[in-house]
Protein backbone atom coordinates (compact mmCIF):
# COMPACT_ATOMS: atom_id res chain seq x y z
CA UNK A 1 0.00 0.00 0.00
CA UNK A 2 2.09 2.48 0.81
CA UNK A 3 4.73 2.05 -2.21
CA UNK A 4 1.39 3.09 -4.15
CA UNK A 5 0.69 5.53 -2.09
CA UNK A 6 4.30 6.85 -2.90
CA UNK A 7 3.98 6.51 -6.74
CA UNK A 8 0.63 8.12 -6.75
CA UNK A 9 0.56 10.61 -4.64
CA UNK A 10 4.14 11.62 -3.05
CA UNK A 11 5.43 13.64 -6.30
CA UNK A 12 8.91 14.79 -7.22
CA UNK A 13 9.38 18.47 -6.66
CA UNK A 14 6.41 19.14 -5.14
CA UNK A 15 5.95 17.03 -1.86
CA UNK A 16 9.66 16.32 -1.85
CA UNK A 17 13.03 16.77 -3.46
CA UNK A 18 15.85 14.40 -4.21
CA UNK A 19 19.43 15.68 -2.48
CA UNK A 20 22.28 13.78 -2.19
CA UNK A 21 20.96 10.85 -2.03
CA UNK A 22 18.14 11.43 -0.05
CA UNK A 23 14.60 12.23 -0.01
CA UNK A 24 13.84 15.38 1.35
CA UNK A 25 10.40 16.89 2.54
CA UNK A 26 9.08 20.16 0.96
CA UNK A 27 6.93 21.88 3.71
CA UNK A 28 3.83 22.18 1.70
CA UNK A 29 3.02 25.59 3.83
CA UNK A 30 6.16 27.18 3.73
CA UNK A 31 7.82 25.91 0.63
CA UNK A 32 10.82 25.09 2.59
CA UNK A 33 12.61 21.88 2.72
CA UNK A 34 13.17 19.94 5.99
CA UNK A 35 16.37 18.75 6.13
CA UNK A 36 15.77 16.48 9.75
CA UNK A 37 11.86 15.20 8.92
CA UNK A 38 10.39 12.23 7.50
CA UNK A 39 7.55 10.68 6.87
CA UNK A 40 6.25 7.99 9.63
CA UNK A 41 4.96 4.48 9.11
CA UNK A 42 6.87 3.13 5.90
CA UNK A 43 5.61 6.18 3.33
CA UNK A 44 9.83 7.56 3.61
CA UNK A 45 10.78 4.38 2.53
CA UNK A 46 8.51 3.60 0.31
CA UNK A 47 9.54 7.04 -1.38
CA UNK A 48 13.63 6.22 -1.38
CA UNK A 49 12.46 2.84 -3.19
CA UNK A 50 10.58 4.58 -5.89
CA UNK A 51 13.83 6.78 -6.18
CA UNK A 52 16.15 4.51 -6.06
CA UNK A 53 17.68 5.83 -3.13
CA UNK A 54 19.34 3.83 0.08
CA UNK A 55 16.35 2.79 2.15
CA UNK A 56 17.01 4.51 5.64
CA UNK A 57 15.38 2.81 8.89
CA UNK A 58 11.84 3.89 9.88
CA UNK A 59 11.76 6.62 12.65
CA UNK A 60 10.41 5.84 16.30
CA UNK A 61 7.98 7.73 18.31
CA UNK A 62 9.23 6.81 21.86
CA UNK A 63 6.90 9.63 23.66
CA UNK A 64 3.77 11.83 22.87
CA UNK A 65 2.71 14.08 24.78
CA UNK A 66 -0.35 17.00 24.39
CA UNK A 67 0.14 20.78 24.71
CA UNK A 68 -2.11 20.66 27.95
CA UNK A 69 -0.44 18.01 29.46
CA UNK A 70 2.78 19.46 28.74
CA UNK A 71 1.29 22.78 30.52
CA UNK A 72 -0.21 20.93 33.38
CA UNK A 73 3.59 20.17 34.67
CA UNK A 74 4.39 23.57 35.32
CA UNK A 75 3.01 25.32 38.67
CA UNK A 76 2.88 28.49 36.98
CA UNK A 77 2.35 29.75 33.19
CA UNK A 78 2.24 32.85 31.65
CA UNK A 79 1.87 34.35 27.78
CA UNK A 80 0.25 37.29 25.97
CA UNK A 81 -2.86 36.94 24.08
CA UNK A 82 -5.70 38.69 23.11
CA UNK A 83 -8.75 36.02 23.76
CA UNK A 84 -7.43 34.24 27.19
CA UNK A 85 -9.87 36.58 28.63
CA UNK A 86 -13.23 35.61 26.62
CA UNK A 87 -12.26 31.65 27.09
CA UNK A 88 -11.64 31.85 31.32
CA UNK A 89 -13.91 29.23 31.74
CA UNK A 90 -11.74 26.75 29.19
CA UNK A 91 -8.77 27.86 31.13
CA UNK A 92 -10.43 27.02 34.53
CA UNK A 93 -11.60 24.07 33.33
CA UNK A 94 -8.04 22.73 31.56
CA UNK A 95 -5.98 24.20 33.54
CA UNK A 96 -7.28 25.32 37.17
CA UNK A 97 -5.72 28.57 36.42
CA UNK A 98 -7.41 32.16 36.52
CA UNK A 99 -6.92 34.33 33.70
CA UNK A 100 -5.61 37.87 34.70
CA UNK A 101 -5.86 40.92 32.31
CA UNK A 102 -3.39 43.64 32.53
CA UNK A 103 -4.67 46.57 31.77
CA UNK A 104 -3.09 48.56 28.06
CA UNK A 105 -0.53 50.75 28.40
CA UNK A 106 -2.11 53.65 26.91
CA UNK A 107 -6.11 54.18 26.45
CA UNK A 108 -7.49 52.79 23.31
CA UNK A 109 -8.35 55.36 21.10
CA UNK A 110 -10.23 53.04 18.56
CA UNK A 111 -13.84 54.41 17.48
CA UNK A 112 -15.72 51.03 16.95
CA UNK A 113 -19.12 51.96 14.00
CA UNK A 114 -22.19 50.45 13.66
CA UNK A 115 -21.83 47.15 11.27
CA UNK A 116 -23.08 47.69 7.70
CA UNK A 117 -24.66 45.79 5.28
CA UNK A 118 -25.04 46.72 1.91
CA UNK A 119 -27.17 44.69 -0.52
CA UNK A 120 -25.48 43.74 -4.17
CA UNK A 121 -27.08 45.02 -7.28
CA UNK A 122 -28.60 43.13 -9.94
CA UNK A 123 -28.44 46.37 -12.35
CA UNK A 124 -24.70 45.30 -13.98
Known sequence: MNALNAKK????????????????????????????RRWSEGIHQAVEAKEGLQIQPDSVVVAQITYQS????????????GTAKTEEKEFLK????PVVEVPTNLPNIRQDLPIQAFALSDKS
Not at 70 to 81: A, E, H, I, N, Q
Not at 94 to 97: A, E, K, S
Open 94 to 97: MFQM
Open 9 to 36: FYRRDVQYIVRNGKALIINELTGRVEEK
Open 70 to 81: LFKLYPKLSGMT
